[in-house]
């Protein structure tokens, strides 16, 4: 079966779509993966942050806690430098861990508890600076030993650890997922190419499929065509015998009906001859005594003639028959001669020889458009014209002038329309067919004819390739068209080839 | 038509014996005597002419003239025009075509074939008949050489 134009055009139409939205797709799933790889490089850098921030502020303490030590050692003032940065620092150092924390859900809680943890830290610190500082080293070494400063830095420890621990998990978290988000946009892409690849395959093979099937189908027109053309020159050629047959057949009997013709005719005319020795001796007194010389005297004076003159006037029409049957298949056996005939020059010539009718009826022949020069058989389109003019003319309405009208009709590039009117008798509807007929006339029968214009006008239009139509209103006119191709040579060729 | 002593004998070859017999009254008619044969089909005119052999011996010394038929029922008159022609006895003896048909190819393949005269009959009869009358006064001027 064969893929309709419009199941062709909503299949490759779907599967254009269907590409074009998986392409959507994958854009928009990109952007979306962007953003939220956006967002968790983000977050992985605010979470980093988190993290040396806390280490930081670790740091810091610890700083400030060795040079308490040194300083509590040594009772140097270069140990103290360090502290007295790092106390400084701590604050700097919270206030930015604080900012790194700001967004985070629990951190307030845990804030306050370092906060809180630092400050005990830097109150025990600076309160052991200053007891040594005051020259109480016993007490500060007091202080020291209830390890009040170590748990404060324990707790500090443990809280930032804890926190780090977190901020580890989170980090790794978001790794992760960034990892995650990668794997899917990867995975989504390769899905989403073989997808379009798959719908471009399904458009290529639907065309594919649809190209297939129209070079079966036009393969199989084309031996269709090759045959259809075959059968139409076994029918012209069986058609051009058949009309050949016909016109020997024609020939032949004409001739063979010709000759029985010649006797009829001779013996007639014998018979005539003879008759005047016997019409003087009726009329001698010597013989008018016999008896039935009454009967005799009619039979040779007045019943035989007549009957000789019957025998003459049919034969005289038979001959006319048989010579018209013999010049239409002498017609038909005449070797078409094509050449350039100017169609102007050609109507002109015919107007030349009706010349006489057209002054004794009034009348006038109007060529109406230009005309074409063709190529065709001169003698046949003189006959073919002369004849419809011809007719045209003797039968023309009583009451009006006649009027004869040719104009050529376009056509194709292969063929010439000419049309002949007039406003003549016309020609009754049931007719139209029979005029073409041999021996056929139509209508008033007051003009002399042997009903064999129109069938010899056919004859040689169809023999050129061509055909004649007629319309016509009976009373009103009629109009003859003609159509025959522009060049006689290409139909001899195809006849030709054909023959061959 | 006429040499001296010998008369000169037509033969007819016309299938058609209303024509035949209506040839004879109108060459009659223009004063022509002589003997005058007829044969309605074509083999038994070439059997007179050229005899039963075929080797046209038979009319050696004759003076012929032949009027032919081309339509006959058992062969073309064109046949037996080629075999008169070509027979070396009866070759001379002039050949007087006289039939219906009016073809021009038929007129010209009778006159390569050595046709001397070729007539088509005319069907109105006035016509015919003046046609033999005058083909009548033509063989009494006509020279007709003897067979050998």
Known sequence: MLVSKFNLMRATVSFVAVGMLILLGIVGLSYWMLDRTGQSTEELIATRDMRSRLVDLLSVVQDAETGQRGFLLTGEDRYLTPYTVAVRATDEKFDALRRALARQPDSEQFLSDLKSALDDKLGELSQTVELRNGGKIDEAMALVRSDRGKDLMDRIRSLIGGRREMVEARLNRAVIAQR??????QRSIIAGGILILLAGAGAAWTLTRYTRELVHARSELEVLNFGLEERVKERTADLERANEEVQRFAYIVSHDLRAPLVNVMGFTTELKASLEPLQEIVNDPVVQELPRIAEAKAAVETDIPEALSFIKTSTKKMDGLINAILKLSREGRRVLNPERVDLEALFAGIEGSVQHQLQESDGSLVVETALPTIVGDKLSLEQVFGNLIDNALKYQAADRP???????????????????????????????????????????????????????????????????????????????????PRNLRFVLERLGEFRG | MSLEGKPVAIVMIEDDEGHARLIERNIRRAGVNNELIPFTNGSSALEYLLGADGSGEVSAGRQLLVLLDLNLPDMTGISILEKIKNNRHVKRSPVIVLTTTDDAREIQRCYDLGANVYITKPVDYDNFANAIRQLGLFFAVMQVPETQ
């Open chain 1, 180 to 185: 995650d988000n990668a794997l899917i946009l």
């Open chain 1, 402 to 484: 006649p009027v004869v009208k040719i104009r050529v009709r376009p056509q194709s590039d292969s063929m010439v329309m000419i049309e002949v009117e007039d406003n003549g008798r016309g020609i009754a509807e049931q007719d139209h067919t029979r005029v073409f007929d041999l021996f056929r006339r139509a209508g008033k029968q007051d003009k002399p004819g042997e009903g064999i214009g129109l069938a010899h006008v056919q004859a040689l239009v169809r023999r050129m390739g061509g055909q004649i139509t007629l319309a016509s209103e009976l009373g009103k006119g009629t109009t003859f068209r003609v159509r025959i």
